[in-house]
């Protein structure tokens, strides 16, 4: 093998321990490895274990004759999913209609995948240690459609990834008992019911005590979290990480947070559209000792439970270590070769910034207008803001237990990331933040724009 072989493999072996998938991160596109086919068969010759599970993953790994099956999305489209297992000919219109079905009935489906069975029934699989769990967040286990799909069966059938979910449940339990105060220990009882019984209301009690557990030298989160792999965007990978605090780099978003209240008004929106009161979470860059997930982030905001970060509050972390763990060095795209080392020697700094930004103010900054219960509004209904595209005042709001996800579906994530990245770029030029990071002391770096 050349020592060009060697490079890419190697390359190679980066991205894959921080993307375990065999899909992007960002796009939902099919990766193929640069190394060639036969020089991963010879090395998977090293053991008859190796050679056999090569031998399994071969020709899905290498695959790329079919443009649809490079994407992830609606399997009617041609596209691949694992949230609608055994159902090639769902459609998005199933999936869509049996969305809002489970909404109105208020049962949450981040740990939910749907089949389709051969009758043409409908049965939403819950991930759970237990097929019968002792308390369910809705009464009904069956439902008779109506609409367009009129006289079919939508079923909960509960014990989906049951192996895991038990492992994980007894493991829980085990934390639970050395929790080191009393938010972590309900927070370790509301993670056991969420994946013991299925329960997504408990899931959303759990993050209701982990953002009151400030500072904690080991910070931790798990469950089915982030939506962006489903095309219809409301049900969850799942991830969980353990990271210790790195307490030097986490002053300067120390610093960040308590600055929030006098960098908003610079972003262009009306006061209308901001919180009535910015909630200072905890900010920390954390040292990652593992994160399971098909894609590790640099940053994180959560929880995803609108109702709990707009009212309640939310966390920040900065996966500081995700930027140094990197394959062999290679040429930057977009980046001129005399440019290369000023890039290399300020990309994890202006990093920093940038996460920092991202995660505190884009996603942590800005107001659903919404109807939070029945006959109740977080504004004016009255006399409600002005519109600053239209120049009127608004005429549509969230309804009682939407959310931008549950909303726009599969684009909704999408434009959540727009909107805290146009944030971050819009204020990573600001002189006062770049002090907080430590620049703006006076040094000009002349940078060279062709």
């Known amino acids: 093998m050349s020592d060009k072989d060697v490079a890419h493999f190697l390359n190679y072996a980066a991205q ?11 796009g939902d596109s099919k990766f193929i490895p640069r190394i060639p086919q036969d020089k991963v068969a010879a090395l998977a010759t090293q053991s008859s274990a190796t050679e056999k599970s090569y031998h399994a993953c071969k020709n899905d790994l290498y695959e790329s004759t079919s443009t649809a099956r490079m994407h992830l999305g609606y399997p009617d489209k041609g596209h691949v999913s694992p949230y609608y297992p055994d159902s ?4 998005q219109a199933e999936i869509e209609y049996t969305s809002d079905f489970i909404k109105e009935r ?6 939910t995948r749907l089949r389709k069975t051969p009758l043409g029934d409908y049965e939403l699989l819950i991930a759970s240690a237990v097929t019968d769990p002792a308390s369910r967040d809705v009464a009904d286990s ?8 009129k006289g079919k069966k939508l079923r909960l059938v509960y014990g989906d990834h049951h192996i895991e979910m038990a492992k994980i449940s007894r493991n829980l339990s085990e934390a639970k008992n050395v929790a080191l105060n009393d938010e972590e220990a309900v927070m370790q009882a509301a993670y056991i019911k969420a994946f013991h019984d299925g329960s997504m209301k408990a899931h959303h009690e759990s993050q209701r005590h982990w953002i009151k557990d400030k500072g904690p030298m080991v910070e931790t989160n798990i469950g089915f979290i982030e939506t962006y792999r489903d095309p219809q965007g409301i049900r969850g990978e799942w991830e969980g990480f353990a990271a210790m605090v790195n307490k030097e780099r986490t002053k300067a978003f120390a610093k960040l947070v308590e600055s929030a ?4 008004p610079k972003l262009p929106w009306p006061k209308d559209y901001e919180k009535d009161n910015f ?6 860059s954390l040292e990652v000792l593992t994160f399971a997930g098909s894609g590790i982030p640099a940053g994180i905001n959560i929880p995803n439970y609108d109702d709990i970060r707009q009212n309640e509050g939310f966390k920040n972390v900065s996966l500081g270590n995700v930027m140094a763990a990197q394959g062999p060095k290679e040429p930057t795209p977009f980046i001129r070769d005399e440019d290369q080392d000023l890039y290399d020697k300020y990309k994890e700094e202006a990093f920093d910034v940038q996460v920092g930004l991202h995660e505190l103010l884009g996603h942590g900054c800005g107001k659903l207008l919404s109807e939070t219960e029945t006959g109740k509004w977080n504004f ?19 309804k009682p237990g939407e959310t931008w996800g549950s909303v726009f579906g599969g684009i909704g994530p999408s434009y959540e990331e727009c909107r805290a ?6 204020l990573s030029p600001d002189f006062k933040i770049l002090q907080i990071f430590g620049f703006g002391d006076g040094e000009e770096v002349s940078l060279r724009w062709s």
């Open 16 to 26: 894959f321990l921080g993307n375990a998938g065999n899909y992007k991160s960002f």
């Open 88 to 91: 090639p000919d769902i459609t």
């Open 106 to 111: 208020s049962l949450m489906p981040e740990n």
């Open 142 to 149: 069956e439902w008779t459609l109506e609409g367009p799909l």
């Open 261 to 264: 209240p006098q960098q908003i």
């Open 279 to 284: 909630l200072s979470p905890d900010f920390t």
């Open 380 to 398: 004016d209904v009255k006399d409600p803001p002005v519109n600053p595209v239209t120049g009127k005042p608004v005429s549509t709001w969230y």
């Open 421 to 426: 990245e146009s944030v971050a770029m819009s």
